[in-house]
């Protein structure tokens, strides 16, 4: 498990330390409630990528992943979850809120957790091709912008993982199928 923290802005007269809100076992059960949106992706044919928005301990959001279904690029699990919290709070402020997803999230879905002032982030497995929170930047702990948050990685990162795993190998087989059944000879 990781823990990244923000670091002081001194010019800011800030010496900002954030820290997390929640217990172990809050943590596993948000990630959990993610988990359940990802498999809601899975379901149909989407990359299983789930996320969920709490605030003082009840999510106010959830999304999947639903970019082929949509086959618009902004429709990820955390822009879905954020503007459904949004819409609940009837404010675009998410202060004091905690978002949870199970793969790190990308430069759009980092930068609208900053927008919305997402107090903390949990996600599951990293992204090393695309993470915005830690693996390629990180947009959460950045100082030179004006809202930083929490930023935990590796919440049940192996069942987060697994999910990915488990939909890229069957999607390879499926495409191996397929190429060796149009390849037989008619
Ligand atoms: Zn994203």
Redesign the pocket.
């Known amino acids: 498990m990781t823990v990244f923290f923000c670091e002081g802005n001194e010019s800011k007269g800030k010496n900002v330390e954030k820290t997390s809100t929640l217990t172990k076992e809050e943590k596993a059960y948000f990630m959990c409630a993610a988990i359940g949106e990802a498999k809601k992706a899975q379901a149909i044919a989407e990359v299983p990528i789930g996320a969920v928005v709490v605030l003082e301990g009840e999510i106010i959001g959830r999304g999947h992943n639903l970019r082929e279904t949509t086959q618009d690029a902004t429709m990820?699990?955390?822009?879905i979850a954020i503007r459904e919290a949004c819409a609940k709070v009837g404010s675009w402020r998410l202060e004091d809120s905690q978002l949870f997803v199970t793969l790190e999230?990308?430069p759009?879905?980092?930068g609208a957790a900053m927008l919305s002032r997402v107090e903390e982030i949990y996600f599951g497995a990293y992204d090393p091709k695309g993470g915005a929170t830690g693996s390629l930047l990180n947009l959460a702990t950045d100082e030179r912008f004006n809202h930083w948050s929490y930023v935990e990685a590796g919440i049940l990162q192996a069942e987060c993982s697994d999910l990915l795993r488990t939909f890229f190998k069957e999607l390879r087989q499926k495409k191996k199928f397929a190429s060796k059944k149009t390849s037989l000879p008619e």
């Open positions: 990820h699990a955390e822009m999230p990308c759009m879905c980092g």
